[in-house]
């Protein structure tokens, strides 16, 4: 190699090393094992070029990189902002004391969001690999990225069924009458009416009317086209768990139609998908703020909205309320699925990610608020349409978007239009966050292959085993007693209790084995100045605190599942569900014990070696000090095999 290639003005370095000074050196996505021992860097800090005299192998792929740092943006909004700021942030909200429920939320966002939500995305960035792959900085812990890899791919699989509700909701919206706002249909009961009279029946001196040959003690048990339209004909319910039942045809097709289009836009890798979201993560704003505009026309809307706002400061001192603040804000920001460090991976290796983190949390949480006031001015309407008070319309998940929603643009003028306009949005939510959360998984898959088992067409292939196994268990959930398994998956795959579990450990791991001063120091390296001390604060003792706190109350307060508040599930089911939770929340005691007990030497020796690092060849580009470069300049036998050459580009 010419002495010319360690010039300063010269990006590219050429290095020679067989065990850096503050951890292994190992290939990784970013470079491949080649002739010799030779190790071939892929990309450095931006991944554009071969450095000059660069030797590559043909058909080994470089890392993808985002091709405009906005892409990076826009996909992280896409996964984080879905369908739990729609209707679950507005729930908790009028649920917890209205505007009051703002205070510990803002504060958990602080202490725990933006922390882990900072962390994800820069140690991907910064490893340059997937969910597994980036625990090389403490190879003990890898199991954690084997958790994360269990949690998103039990997401993948169930998720996608609320996409499927709403593409079958959508389709059905094309019709001149709105199939769920009529009682003769042939799925409705005897018990079906389409207007209760509740206002009349409250008042007493009209206790004993009739309205259309039904007395009001007929009317009080009647049933909602709505809800007979979800539970007899979308859902076609069972009796329970035991009872699967047949499959539903009509929502299995729906539902083969939303993996094609998830596959799709994800089997080309970042550079098709950073573009697919720049439509399914705005599209959705505007259909907010058209449903927004409509909104606060109707009747009814200014009490919907003063309901939601209105604090009730005496909630704040009960611990529901604090608690599902901290849940909310892990489930929203999408913390411990592994999908953000996929994403941050891809960046440039100088990439600012802590101005991003900042700018994602505020889009994040903004737009949970911001719902508020769409869902609640239709609420609202709702409310004084039945005669009812605001709490007897207000449901939480499936039972907001799929009951409350439909049954709010019935009554709207031109119902169909307003039907498809809110479940093309509901799609498009949903959409984003199911293919980005494929990404993560099939990414974390991708990065356990080197180089050399390097294949044409891998990703396209991984991706769609990825989508035919979740298809295949989804078939579960098209089924009568489907409704049943996709509460056990909700309710315990991806619960509070797996991912806070998660995000402890990875506070723990990054702060205390590898150490935080130590993260700071690379960051800084990264972006060119260090966080603020705050940051580094709450990974080592707030964010951990937090989450065992929340964590145990959980625990303590744990209740058996229920479906409507009425049908208890068998013990056999929660032991499906409490074995998924387990599933992935053991990997980390199970990795760490088995990793301990597998090398010999004492338990310090043992500890010392494991929790060393295995850097990539781009951590070169930072760890070479001078005189290491320097040394370099001497001749080199590039087939030695007592020498390996790194080859790699700098554009810092």
């Given at each position: 190699m ?20 503050k ?15 030779t190790?071939i ?8 070029v ?10 080994y ?42 205070i ?6 602080f ?8 962390l994800?995305?820069?140690?991907g ?9 980036v625990?090389n900085i ?72 009739t ?14 086209p709505?809800?007979e ?26 539902l ?17 998908t ?18 927004l505009?409509r ?6 809307s ?33 913390i411990?699925l592994?999908?953000?460090?996929a994403l ?18 505020l889009i ?6 911001f719902?508020g ?8 309407f ?13 449901e ?42 494929v ?21 396209e292939i ?59 120091d ?48 068998p ?13 992935s ?7 760490l014990l ?14 010392a ?17 001078d ?5 370099l ?7 030695s ?12």
């Open positions: 010419e002495k010319s290639s360690f010039n300063t003005d010269c990006c590219a370095v050429n290095v020679v090393l067989g065990e850096e000074k951890g292994h050196l190992i290939p990784n996505g970013n470079g491949h094992q080649g002739v010799n021992g190790v860097g892929g990309t450095g800090a931006a991944g554009a071969a450095a000059p005299g660069a030797v590559s192998v043909a058909g792929p470089e890392r993808e990189t985002w091709t405009r740092q906005m892409d990076f943006i826009m996909s992280c909004v896409g996964f984080a902002v879905g369908l739990g700021n729609v209707w679950r942030f507005p729930y908790l909200c009028y649920k917890n004391g209205g505007g009051v429920f703002l510990p939320y803002v504060l958990f966002i202490l725990g969001g933006i922390p882990i939500f900072f994800e995305i820069a140690l960035q910064f490893m340059k690999a997937g969910s597994i792959n625990w403490a190879p003990l812990f890898k199991g954690l990225g084997y958790a994360s890899m269990v949690i998103v791919f039990f997401c993948n699989t169930y998720y996608i069924m609320v996409l499927a509700w709403g593409f079958y909701y959508f389709i059905k919206s094309f019709n001149s009458t709105l199939p769920w706002s009529t009682c003769d249909n042939p799925w409705n009961s005897d018990s079906c009416i389409e207007i209760f009279h509740k206002d009349q029946c409250q008042n007493g001196t009209i206790g004993n009317a309205f259309g040959n039904l007395t009001c003690e007929e009317l009080a048990a009647g049933r909602s709505i809800i339209f979800w539970e007899n004909k979308v859902l076609n319910i069972s009796n329970g768990l035991d009872q699967p039942g047949s499959i539903n045809w009509e929502l299995t097709l729906c083969l139609a939303v993996w094609v289009m998830v596959y799709f836009c994800v089997w080309k890798g970042v550079k098709s950073g573009k697919i979201v720049y439509f399914t993560a705005t599209f959705p704003y505007i259909v907010l703020i058209i449903l505009v909104g606060v026309t109707l009747p009814g200014y009490d919907g909205i003063m309901y939601y706002l209105k604090p009730n400061w005496s909630k704040l001192g009960e611990p529901q309320v604090w608690i599902d603040a901290g849940t909310q804000i892990f489930f929203s920001y999408a411990g592994g999908a953000l460090t941050g991976s891809y960046n440039r290796f100088n990439n600012d990610c802590y101005k991003d983190a900042f700018v994602l949390a994040n949480s903004g737009t949970s608020f719902s006031f769409v869902v609640f001015s239709i609420l609202g709702m409310a004084a349409d039945q005669g009812v008070d605001i709490s007897k319309v207000a939480s998940g499936p039972g907001l978007a799929f009951i409350a929603y439909p049954k709010a643009v019935s009554l709207m003028p031109v119902a169909p239009v307003w039907a498809a306009l809110f479940f093309f949005m509901l799609l498009l939510l949903g959409l984003d966050s199911q293919f980005v959360g990404e993560g998984f099939v990414t974390g898959i991708l990065d356990l292959y080197p180089g050399k088992y390097y294949m044409r067409y891998q990703r991984a991706v769609a085993i990825c989508c035919s196994l979740c298809f295949i268990i989804d078939l579960s959930m098209v089924t009568q007693g489907g409704m049943y398994v996709f509460q056990l998956f909700d309710y315990y795959s991806a619960s509070g209790m797996t991912l806070l579990w998660q995000a402890f450990w990875e506070c723990v791991v990054v702060a205390w084995v590898y150490g935080a001063d130590r993260f700071m690379d960051i800084a390296r990264m972006i060119g100045y260090r966080p603020f001390p705050w940051i580094k604060w709450c990974w080592s003792f707030i964010t951990p605190c937090v989450c065992v706190g929340i964590f145990l109350f959980h625990l303590l307060n744990y209740k058996p599942l229920t479906y409507n508040n009425q049908y208890v599930y013990w056999w089911g929660e032991v499906i569900g409490w074995c998924m939770a387990l599933s929340m053991l990997c980390i005691p199970i990795s088995y990793k301990l007990c597998r090398p010999t030497g004492s338990f310090k020796e043992r500890w070696a494991l929790t060393k690092p295995v850097w990539g060849p781009h951590h070169l580009e930072y760890m070479a000090t005189a290491e470069i320097k040394s300049a001497s001749p080199l036998s590039p087939g095999e007592e020498n390996k050459v790194i080859i790699f580009e700098s554009v810092m």
